[in-house]
């Protein structure tokens, strides 16, 4: 069981770069990292998916060092409308197709 | 727009009174899921289908089952309503199974039911 562990929230000044990190220790090799976004009374949106090093897309970043026990979801420049929470998933590769979101991370953008 | 759409937006129900709700999709995606969140958690997994096949969590209650009569539509049923059941539910698609790459999940708005 692939279980993440995240900040259950952070606060940030709209255009600064936010950094959010997620714990998987017991991922295993060829298992995918994937970040989402939910609004409230929204479903959750994909945002960047991941396996190792670095991944790039229009909206974020992601960072996967090579032990990839940990990864960092990087939004630059937030705005009031990134205000959300965010969720790490490890995607598991063999068994059941299991999906477990995370706990979260309450993002809060102040002006 | 191809979309991921949930009926109804808002469902009441009465204690022990079954309930369905339905999702339907215009992206022809092979799998379809349901997840139960509630408020101020993190969405649940409680099956999928991949195509015709159904796959249940372990730890689903019997008093929840699904349907899927074609690739479009799916449907959530809800035996015997009880209070610890209301919550959003999230029904989601995705092309091939996300333990693929490339996978990602289309989620619709969710359904939040209430029970009485």
């Known amino acids: 069981l692939a279980k993440t562990t995240q900040p259950i929230s952070m606060d940030s000044y709209e255009g600064q770069e936010v950094n959010i990190t997620c714990s998987h220790n017991?991922?295993?090799?060829?298992?995918?990292i994937t970040w989402y976004q939910q609004f409230p009374s929204q479903g959750p949106r994909f945002i960047i998916q991941g396996y190792k090093t670095k991944v790039t897309n229009e909206v974020a970043s992601l960072f996967i060092p090579a032990d990839r026990k940990s990864s960092t979801l990087s939004l630059p420049r937030v705005s009031l409308s990134d205000t959300a929470v965010y969720y790490c998933?490890?995607?598991?590769?063999?068994?059941?197709?299991?999906?477990?979101f995370g706990t979260g991370t309450r993002l809060t953008v102040i002006p | 727009d191809a979309m991921v759409i949930q009926n109804p937006r808002y469902q009441v129900t009465q204690f022990g009174k079954p309930v369905t709700l339905s999702c339907s999709q215009t992206?022809?995606?092979?799998?379809m899921y349901w997840y139960q969140q509630k408020s101020s958690q993190a969405p649940k997994l409680l099956f999928h289908?991949?195509?015709?096949?159904?796959?249940n969590e372990a730890d689903t209650p019997d008093n929840f089952q699904s349907r899927r009569p074609n690739t479009s539509f799916c449907f959530l049923d809800i035996r015997s309503p009880g209070l610890g059941d209301a919550a959003m539910y999230l029904c989601?698609?995705?092309?091939?199974?996300?333990?693929?790459?490339?996978?990602?999940?289309?989620f619709g708005p969710g359904t939040r039911l209430t029970v009485l």
């Open positions: 989601a698609t995705s092309r091939e199974a996300v333990a693929r790459p490339y996978n990602e999940q289309f």
């Open positions: 998933l490890v995607i598991l590769q063999t068994g059941a197709n299991n999906l477990f």
């Open positions: 992206l022809n995606h092979n799998v």
């Open positions: 017991n991922i295993a090799t060829n298992d995918y």
């Open positions: 289908y991949y195509d015709k096949d159904f796959n």
